[in-house]
């Protein structure tokens, strides 16, 4: 089986005087959605707060594992399945999610100005469709094969 890729536009978001973070809009169920991505995440998570808009009646579990990353060492998660997560013509359905407070995101990113966030792509997405990102072409790839 022949394998696809879609390509999405990346933006720049300023971060201090000299870096900067990357944005994707992806969906989620349907509705737009904007992802931080991060090739420092082990796993693709989702803001507790935010995503709560995109997910009617899901049922959420505490993680018994604590999440680390994202400026702290632990931090308690809670799970859930989403039903569609979409970036371009990738859908990944079902996906197990981890849903965390992002807050610590939120504020740093208010103060610059910048848009808030839904998610962030992780390096477990990323690695499982060979994500590339052109910095050049202001592109980001995923490859996956076809349904």
Same mark, same amino acid.
């Given at each position: 089986?022949?394998?696809?890729?879609?390509?999405?536009?990346?933006?720049?978001?300023?971060?201090?005087? %000299?870096?900067?973070?990357?944005?994707?809009?992806? #969906?989620?169920?349907?509705?737009?959605?904007?992802?931080?991505v991060d090739t420092g995440a082990s796993r693709t998570v989702f803001d507790?707060?935010?995503?709560?808009s995109y997910l009617k009646g899901a049922n959420f579990e505490d993680n018994? *594992?604590?999440?680390?990353?994202?400026?702290?060492?632990?931090?308690?998660?809670?799970?859930?399945?989403? %039903?569609?997560?979409?970036?371009? #013509?990738? *859908?990944? #359905?079902?996906?197990?999610?981890?849903?965390?407070?992002?807050?610590?995101?939120?504020?740093?990113?208010?103060?610059?100005?910048?848009?808030?966030?839904?998610?962030?792509?992780?390096?477990?997405?990323?690695?499982?469709?060979?994500c590339r990102i052109d910095y050049g072409r202001m592109r980001i790839t995923?490859?996956?094969?076809? %349904?």
């Amino acid at each position: 089986m022949k394998q696809r890729s879609t390509s999405l536009p990346i933006q720049l978001l300023p971060i201090e005087q %000299d870096g900067f973070h990357i944005l994707i809009i992806g #969906r989620i169920n349907g509705k737009k959605a904007n992802f931080l991505v991060d090739t420092g995440a082990s796993r693709t998570v989702f803001d507790e707060h935010g995503v709560m808009s995109y997910l009617k009646g899901a049922n959420f579990e505490d993680n018994e *594992k604590l999440s680390t990353g994202l400026g702290t060492s632990e931090m308690p998660s809670r799970v859930t399945v989403i %039903d569609k997560i979409s970036f371009g #013509r990738l *859908k990944i #359905r079902n996906y197990p999610s981890v849903v965390i407070n992002l807050s610590n995101v939120h504020s740093s990113y208010e103060a610059l100005g910048l848009p808030r966030i839904v998610g962030v792509l992780g390096g477990d997405l990323m690695h499982q469709h060979q994500c590339r990102i052109d910095y050049g072409r202001m592109r980001i790839t995923f490859f996956f094969k076809p %349904d």
